[in-house]
T-cell receptor, first 112, second 114 residues
């Protein structure tokens, strides 16, 4: 079983739509969680951290369920500029300390 | 925000030669640096984790003698792909962070081995 699993999509939605991405992780010792965004042929950039209490940043809401080992990202009122690949990222312990492990990513395409 | 500079952004090399990729943290001390590889339409795959002043820890399946990592200072890590072959062609990205703060990524290096 992969350490971090995501539905690869693609999700094709019209502008203004609400879209939700899901992610599961296998290592219960995972320490912290993030959503990153990656545009085509560019490096990933942090979108937001994910907390058990849930957190919101404008149109973006992230949720973490440690019991179910499940992470979600909700995007409301989608914009054309939201088109990208969204990466679920887990920080877990490895031999060297900690490491960021990436899911395969979920591709979102927002159209007008 | 913090900046991580990765160089070169693109490199084309002949099969059998070695290529060195540099990763520098410009305005913070990177106690830990990560090297990832990304093939087309695939996820970022962690290759190795390096802490300043110590040997890198490689993920399973990554040949440490082929992918040499040096993290000699708190601001510089290098990845050398030795005796490169066409199957090594990929997008290599470094990431750096200080202790458990947010990780920042370099711009990536697109390696093509011909």
């Amino acid at each position: 079983r992969k350490e971090v699993e995501q539905d690869p999509g693609p999700f094709n939605v019209p502008e203004g739509a609400t879209v939700a991405f899901n992610c599961t992780y296998s290592n219960s010792a995972s320490q912290s969680f993030f959503w990153y965004r990656q545009d085509c042929r560019k490096e990933p950039k942090l979108l937001m951290s994910v907390y058990s209490s849930g957190n919101e940043d404008g149109r973006f809401t992230a949720q973490l369920n440690r019991a179910s080992q499940y992470i979600s990202l909700l995007i409301r009122d989608s914009k054309l500029s939201d088109s990208a690949t969204y990466l679920c990222v887990v920080n877990l312990l490895n031999q060297a300390g900690t490491a960021l492990i990436f899911g395969k990513g979920t591709t979102l395409s927002v159209s007008s | 925000g913090a900046v991580v500079s990765q160089h070169p952004s693109r490199v084309i090399c002949k099969s059998g030669t070695s290529v060195k990729i540099e990763c520098r943290s410009l305005d913070f001390q990177a106690t830990t640096m990560f090297w990832y590889r990304q093939f087309p339409k695939q996820s970022l795959m962690l290759m190795a984790t390096s802490n300043e002043g110590s040997k890198a820890t490689y993920e399973q399946g990554v040949e440490k003698d082929k992918f040499l990592i040096n993290h000699a200072s708190l601001t510089l890590s290098t990845l050398t792909v030795t005796s490169a072959h066409p199957e090594d062609s990929s997008f290599y990205i470094c990431s750096a962070r200080d202790l458990n703060t947010e990780a920042f990524f370099g711009q990536g290096t697109r390696l093509t081995v011909v």
